[in-house]
């Protein structure tokens, strides 16, 4: 379709000019399809001619678009759309590619709390292509997949980049997709962000609902700064809700339990604490089983 863009203004209009556009409008076949779809007919058009013009410049760059990826609207994913309530109005609407887009993420409305990368929104255990991969990997997928099915807890362990967030967030949204409610917490931000909660009251809901939600992620454990605070007010009590209530809770790490009590062993303030390390790694050993990651960074190869 060639463009000539014609400001939208019916002042000073040649008759001429208006009828030539009102026989271009009519027999435009994006107009027309769009037209049919809100159930406006011609009176429309015939009356608003300048008006439909004016829309069908906006719409344009939505004509042979191939996804979001490629979209010149200036909100991504939603066109202006031509309405009829006694006024003609326009407005904005998802076209199918974000309607798409919207509907595969529907179930993030069960994420109570939602840390997970955005990549990794639609991820499920189904999509994950074992051809050509190890025994150990299909044994591990075989136990994540398992794990989410019954409501049991897993601690994921092993070097940077082996996919233990992606399997973690295959759980969550497994759970989700299901209807039920999801954290997904990244520890080490949780534990920065946690202190301003205090402040505006929401550090209460946010606890309560780690404590009380069907799936807990808790991502990335073993790379926060420990406080007192944060080991023996926040983590262990959260922890001692979801085990007295047989709820299942994820962890991911690049620390195994040796190492990752040694991590809780020593506060912020340099205070060496044995026994209440030993009392957190022991509530989160009865809670989930320990699976270890290993091999290339799935990072740059993605699953």
Not at 139 to 158: P, R
Request: a neutral charge.
């Amino acid at each position: 379709m060639k463009e000539v863009r014609i400001p939208y203004s019916s002042k000073n209009k040649d008759d001429t000019q208006t009828q030539e556009l009102i026989v271009s409008l009519l027999s435009n076949a994006y107009v027309k399809a769009v037209m049919k779809e809100n159930n406006l007919d011609e009176s429309i058009i015939r009356a608003n001619p300048w008006k439909i013009r004016s829309w069908l410049d906006h719409f344009a760059p939505c004509i042979n678009c191939t996804g979001l990826v490629t979209c010149g609207q200036a909100i991504r994913g939603y066109y202006d759309n031509p309405v009829y309530d006694g006024v003609l109005q326009i407005e904005k609407k998802a076209c199918r590619f974000e309607r798409e887009k919207l509907k595969e993420r529907s179930h993030l409305a069960c994420f109570l709390i939602n840390d997970m990368p955005q990549d990794l929104y639609t991820v499920t255990f189904s999509r994950i292509n074992l051809k050509g991969e190890s025994a150990d990997y299909a044994d591990l997928w075989q136990a994540c997949v398992s794990a989410a099915m019954e409501d049991q807890g897993l601690y994921l362990c092993g070097p940077m980049g082996t996919g233990k967030s992606y399997l973690a967030s295959c759980a969550a949204n497994y759970y989700a997709m299901h209807g039920r409610k999801v954290c997904y917490v990244h520890y080490p931000s949780f534990t920065r962000r946690i202190t301003s909660m205090v402040k505006t009251g929401e550090y209460d809901r946010e606890v309560e609902r780690m404590g009380y939600c069907d799936l807990l992620v808790l991502d990335d454990i073993g790379a926060e700064q420990v406080s007192e605070w944060n080991r023996d007010s926040i983590l262990l009590p959260v922890l001692s809700k979801r085990y007295d209530n047989h709820l299942a809770t994820w962890f991911t790490s690049n620390e195994d339990l040796k190492s990752l009590k040694e991590h809780f062993m020593l506060t912020r303030g340099g205070n060496m604490e044995r026994m209440k390390a030993e009392r957190l790694i022991e509530r989160i050993e009865n809670m989930s089983e320990m699976k270890t990651l290993l091999g290339e960074d799935r990072r740059k190869t993605r699953i």
